[in-house]
Nanobody, 116 residues
Framework: QVQLLESGPGLVKPSQTLSLTCTVS???????????WSWIRQSPGKGLEWVGC???????DYSPSLRSRTSISRDTSKNQFTLQLSSLTPEDTAVYYC???????WGQGTQVTVSS
């Protein structure tokens, strides 16, 4: 069973960079059995928004609307992948989830609030 767990700060200031880490257990992020490791967020009163993903080979893809501010990387020794989102505004306030695309495997979600 694949399990994912997000970690990171709950409160960040505007203009700062958010860094969230997803720790994966039950699967290796570098095998082709599990393809796209993704970040998805949900802002208050809105639907789910795909932020971006990293695949088993380390290739990344990002939402066009967030591409200029987003970076996803990985630490294969720790079986983790990390989201960095820069130039934060209050509109980035959301619950952030890590998710294995195409599966039922989701992290529990972590609330991120952007506020001074």
């Amino acid at each position: 069973q694949v399990q994912l767990l997000e970690s990171g700060p709950g409160l960040v200031k505007p203009s700062q960079t958010l860094s969230l880490t997803c720790t994966v257990s039950g699967a290796s992020i570098i095998t082709t059995n599990y393809y796209y490791w993704s970040w998805i967020r949900q802002s208050p009163g809105k639907g789910l928004e795909w932020v971006g993903c990293i695949d088993y080979a380390g290739s990344t893809d990002y939402s066009p609307s967030l591409r200029s501010r987003t970076s996803i990387s990985r630490d294969t020794s720790k079986n983790q992948f990390t989201l960095q989102l820069s130039s934060l505004t209050p509109e980035d306030t959301a619950v952030y989830y890590c998710h294995l695309l195409g599966s039922l495997s989701w992290g529990q979600g972590t609330q991120v609030t952007v506020s001074s």
